[in-house]
């Protein structure tokens, strides 16, 4: 019987530990109440189809994580990885060769008039690859405020740079990973995301947008009259008028998308590539209103914790947010898009986390 009574009292002091480990250890988010959408899930434009199932699968040297792509007027193809490097293929080439080191975490990337290669670096801020493959760091604060999160950057037709930092709170150095970054930050909820304007005239910069959820990919259209800008943790993209009679005024153009968009890419024919890196979780919509539950949920063990999940899917819209292609893969052969580009007769789709780049025939794709 004591025995009975002694085991009594340590499942009370067990169950008693667990309580206030789920009520009062310390975790670095703060979460924030919202209102999330309600998921359409796959129907509609966004009926399920496996037309990314089939790509050819290009050599990334050893590494992965192919993030952002963008490629030459001589054909090359430039890709960012994991491992910090951005990595080339030679036209015509089914294997990329490292090409040169950040240092850092590159993401997002763009091409200028003159050649040289703008970078995204999320544990860096602004870089620059000159036309010899000379590696500058540009900027690293904007308004006073650290870059803590480069992620995505374009570069328009007057030669001006817009970068999006996408958490000014979670920054992905420090965590250690851009990964594990965002997911702090999707989970908090508390818009730290902005876009800034970077002129290499002037070395100047200032930011235009704020308030954003996680702050993600940036392009422009052809003539630089607007930007696109995805807003990962609401589920939509906005626009923002940098010329006209509407210049400096923004709106939603798409929202309640199925997945987390990612990168946002210009391709042809008025089209814009954005990548959706994962499905939608339940988890988080049904918990926007409960921070209190977020944080407890933020306390499990990372594994347990709300996660991407592996689900190939791009989408093209135009300037106005209809849709007009949305290619997927359910099985996630190809997972965690981030986007894609278009380059001559194909469609190079980028990933957070494949080992390959993606390559698909535009004539397959009916594009």
């Known amino acids: 019987m004591a025995h009975m009574k002694i085991l009594g009292k340590l499942i009370t002091v067990m169950v008693m530990a667990v309580i206030l480990y789920f009520a009062f250890w310390p975790v670095a988010v703060e979460?924030?109440?919202?209102?999330?959408?309600?998921d359409p899930g796959y129907q509609g434009a966004f009926a399920p189809n496996d037309k990314l199932a089939n790509f050819t699968a290009l050599n990334t040297a050893g590494q992965h994580g192919p993030e952002?792509?963008?490629?030459?007027?001589?054909?090359?193809?430039?890709?960012?990885?994991h491992e910090g490097w951005v990595i080339r293929w030679a036209p015509g080439a089914e294997k990329a060769e490292p090409w040169v080191e950040t240092g850092g975490r590159p993401l997002g990337l763009d091409l200028d008039k003159e050649g040289n290669l703008w970078v995204a670096d999320a544990f860096i801020g602004l870089?620059?690859?000159d036309t010899q493959g000379k590696l500058h760091t540009v900027l690293t604060e904007a308004d006073g405020v650290p870059i803590l999160y480069a992620d995505d950057l374009v570069v328009t037709p007057n030669g001006k740079v817009y970068l999006s930092d996408a958490s000014t709170k979670f920054s992905a150095k420090a965590?250690?990973?851009?990964?594990?970054?965002?997911?702090?930050?999707?989970?908090?909820?508390?818009?730290?995301?902005?876009?800034i304007e970077f002129d290499p005239n002037t070395n100047q910069s200032k930011v235009i947008m704020t308030?954003?959820?996680?702050?993600?990919?940036?392009?422009?259209?052809?003539e630089g009259n607007y930007l696109l800008v995805n807003e990962t943790g609401e589920y939509r993209v906005w626009k923002y008028w940098l010329a006209g009679e509407r210049q400096g005024e923004?709106?939603?153009?798409?929202?309640?998308l199925p997945g987390f968009p990612d990168n946002i890419v210009r391709g042809e024919?008025?089209?814009?590539?954005?990548?959706?890196?994962?499905?939608?979780?339940?988890?988080?919509?049904n918990l926007a209103g409960k921070p209190g539950v977020r944080k407890a949920v933020q306390r499990l063990p990372g594994?347990?914790?709300?996660?991407?999940?592996?689900?190939?899917?791009?989408?093209?819209?135009?300037g106005d947010g209809n849709v007009l292609h949305s290619l997927q893969d359910p099985a996630g052969a190809y997972p965690q898009t981030t986007g894609a580009i278009e380059a001559g007769e194909y469609l190079y789709v980028s990933s957070l986390t494949a080992p390959v780049l993606a390559r698909l025939d535009k004539a397959e794709l009916d594009l």
């Not at 001589?74 to 990885?81: E, F, I, L, W």
């Not at 965590?175 to 876009?195: F, K, P, Q, W």
Request: proline share 5%; glycine share 10%.
């Open 31 to 38: 979460p924030i109440a919202w209102q999330a959408p309600e």
């Open 68 to 81: 952002g792509v963008v490629v030459d007027q001589q054909g090359y193809v430039y890709a960012t990885t």
């Open 127 to 129: 870089l620059k690859i």
């Open 175 to 195: 965590v250690g990973s851009t990964y594990h970054a965002s997911l702090l930050d999707i989970m908090e909820h508390g818009l730290y995301g902005r876009i």
């Open 211 to 222: 308030n954003l959820s996680f702050a993600n990919g940036v392009t422009a259209d052809v």
């Open 250 to 256: 923004s709106e939603v153009v798409i929202d309640n």
């Open 269 to 285: 024919e008025g089209r814009f590539w954005l990548g959706l890196v994962s499905p939608r979780l339940p988890i988080l919509d």
């Open 303 to 318: 594994f347990l914790r709300p996660g991407a999940k592996n689900y190939g899917h791009i989408v093209a819209i135009d």
